[in-house]
């Protein structure tokens, strides 16, 4: 069964650990997020029932705006193709394309480099409109599916590069050849850098590699670090080395190039919010989370902008502020953040790895504070088993 994926495609989104906030929250009419994000906490709490009401808040009013627009199912045909200039010239008017159309969902920079929209372009048409001229145009037959692009991949990649520098520098053939001769080595020396981050990774784990080959079942693994034969493992096998092998780049980074479309996976998890029509649709507020009119009695969730983290839009938010209101609320509020003034308690933590820029692997400690007025401390509400089984694997 797939998993659920939670909320918006967003940076910093806590997708896979909104389940384990919401259960340690606790129920009553309404729950409040003050700074929703992609909604992913909101989302799970949605799922959860326990909770009537829902108010989203965000200081982005983009954001808000475009998950009560998925839960309305408004993206539930939406196949548009997104170019470089589209993007530029509608993100700041459409939460869609600033979001899913953004690398990193950034809502900065456009989703692909330039060398390679083109391909993007053709496998979209492909896929969403079956129009294969474009890639036709490359010299390439091909009904733009994963298992025919995985299938030709070296075939079809070097059809593309010569069309590419055909087109845009208007090479003569032999002067493509040669060309195409020194991509071929640089893509074998690009070969020799991943066998060699896969093996520096079995390293650091001190494991070996048939203890690698049992724990994947596959007798495959002497291919991954191995000269000979050298292949890179399938985005199953990768996962899979990635729950025990320190793998600090997700598979798409890292091999993404046989892989179709980022936006297509963050229009899949856009549509899928069409699930949530049947309930109470949230309140939606673009407020300073001073402002925010919360309802007697509400369960208030927080997740601020993560102190001495890049990747925020913001980098002007008042952290002291944020935790003076937090403290002289007369209500509880749960913090979301990896540290906090020494009058707030974690009631949870969970060990998680943070992904927010290409490279970064950083083993993090996720926590739910509260200020200790209302803690009743952590030995009472963390799952210290699944605590210290999350920091093991993430280690």
Known sequence: MTAIRYGLPYKGSKNKIAVKIIDRLPASDTFVDLFCGGCAVTHAAMLSGKWKKFIINDIDPGMPRLFLDAIAGRYSDESRWISRDDFYRLKDSDPYVKTVWSFGNNGLNYLYCKEVEPWKKALHFARFFSDFSLLHDFGIHSDGSVSDILAHHEEYKEKYVKWYIAKYFSTPAQEIDRLMQDTQARIRRNEENLRLYLLDALHRSGLTQSE????????????????????????????????????????????????????????????????????????????????????????????????????????????????????????????????????????????????????????????????????????????????????????
């Open 212 to 395: 690698v080959q049992r724990r994947l079942g596959t007798q495959m693994a002497g291919h991954y670090f191995g000269r000979s034969q050298w292949v890179f493992p399938t985005r199953e096998m990768y996962d899979k080395m990635r729950d025990f092998l320190p793998l600090s780049h997700p598979y798409d980074e890292i091999y993404g190039l046989q892989d179709l479309l980022q936006s297509l996976q963050s229009l899949q998890s856009l549509q899928s919010l069409q699930s949530l029509q049947r309930l109470p649709r949230p309140k939606s507020f673009s407020l300073d989370f001073r402002d925010l009119p919360i309802p007697p009695g509400s369960t208030v969730y927080a997740d601020p902008p993560y102190a001495d983290t890049e990747g925020y839009n913001d980098a002007s938010f008042d952290h002291a502020a944020f935790w003076q209101w937090v403290r002289t609320r007369p209500f509880p509020v749960y913090v979301s953040e990896y540290t906090a003034p020494p009058d707030f308690s974690p009631v949870f933590q969970i060990a998680k790895i943070c992904t927010m820029g290409a490279g970064n692997n950083t083993k993090t400690i996720e926590k739910l504070f509260l200020h200790n007025r209302f803690s009743p401390g952590l030995e009472q509400f963390s799952d210290l088993p699944l605590f210290a089984a999350a920091l093991s694997s993430a280690s």
